[in-house]
Nanobody, 117 residues
């Protein structure tokens, strides 16, 4: 079955960096676009951070992370990455990866990122 497992979250000081990973299994990874979302505390809606196409073209869609976050993928490892630099307290959230087959979305369980001094 489709499985997405995020890792790499943790606590970091403002200005620091983290690299999140999302390991995929159960489907032909290299043929599918992958997305990163985040959900800030307090019941806020999940926000699309960005996505990467099956051919490796990456786009960050959230204005607040442009120039700081980069998405990449390694099709040999069935893994998509989110490199986060110059982290700010407002980046604190649970980060999720997602893929879609037709009309069905598949999500990972999420990884917590906390940015505080």
């Amino acid at each position: 079955q489709v499985q997405l497992v995020e890792s790499g979250g943790g606590s970091v000081q403002p200005g620091g960096s983290l690299r999140l990973s999302c390991a995929a299994s159960g489907f032909f990874f290299k043929a599918f676009d992958m997305s990163w979302y985040r959900q800030a505390p307090g019941g806020k809606e999940r926000e699309l951070v960005g996505y990467i196409t099956e051919s490796g073209v990456a786009t960050t869609t959230a204005d607040s992370v442009k120039g700081r976050f980069t998405i990449s993928r390694d099709n040999d490892k069935n893994t998509v990455y989110l490199q986060m630099n110059s982290l700010k307290p407002e980046d604190t959230a649970v980060y999720f990866c997602k893929t879609r087959f037709g009309f069905t979305d598949y999500w990972g369980q999420g990884t917590q990122v906390t940015v505080s001094s």
